[in-house]
């Protein structure tokens, strides 16, 4: 019994590892290299595009991870959490393949810099970065919880000697 609890919990270790390295490593370091001007200068108009071309399909891996994930844990909290980034992920995902559909119909590679605060862009732009912060946010949420319940399931162990008087 121990040994299948063992399993689990490395199981679930491993999934929350996964997810971190899918959904929160490329939301840190895209944005950085191609939106920052520190990597790509503001100036480069194909950077932006570039991180759209890049950050959906890894979207769609951390959705995939996501959906993986879901039906691992046994306990009820962190399923309905990772549900949850699961539903926020797909908003994030709808909203970033329609801003990459703008980026592509206002010119790609050349489309002009005003494309960035135009309707279509921004619209799709309130999706995927809603849908995106929330995700990130319940990652955090998802990693205390199974921190949490990890360390209220350890039983109390005797340490020789009587408990009471």
């Known amino acids: 019994m121990a040994a299948i609890q063992r399993t689990r919990s490395s199981s679930l270790v491993v999934g929350i ?24 200068p503001h100036t ?3 950077g ?5 071309l890049i950050y959906l399909p890894i979207l769609a891996v951390g959705w995939w991870a996501l959906w993986r994930f879901v039906r691992e844990p046994s306990n009820l909290a962190l399923r309905v ?4 980034m699961l ?30 605060s135009e309707n279509p862009h921004m619209f799709f732009a309130t999706f ?5 912060m929330a995700s990130e946010l319940l990652l955090i949420v998802l990693t205390v919880t199974a921190v949490v319940q ?9 340490t020789g000697g009587a408990a009471d008087d």
């Open 17 to 40: 590892v996964r997810l971190w390295l899918l959904v929160f490593v490329p939301f840190v370091v895209l944005p950085f290299l191609f939106l920052s001007g520190i990597v790509v």
């Open 44 to 46: 480069a108009l194909w």
């Open 48 to 52: 932006h595009a570039v991180f759209h």
């Open 81 to 84: 959490i990772v549900a949850l």
């Open 87 to 116: 539903l926020c992920q797909t908003s994030g995902l709808f909203g970033h393949a329609g801003e990459l559909v703008a980026v592509v119909q206002g010119g790609f590679f050349s489309a002009p810099y005003s494309i960035w």
């Open 128 to 132: 995927a970065v809603a849908g995106i």
């Open 150 to 158: 990890r360390l209220l399931r350890r039983s109390p162990r005797v």
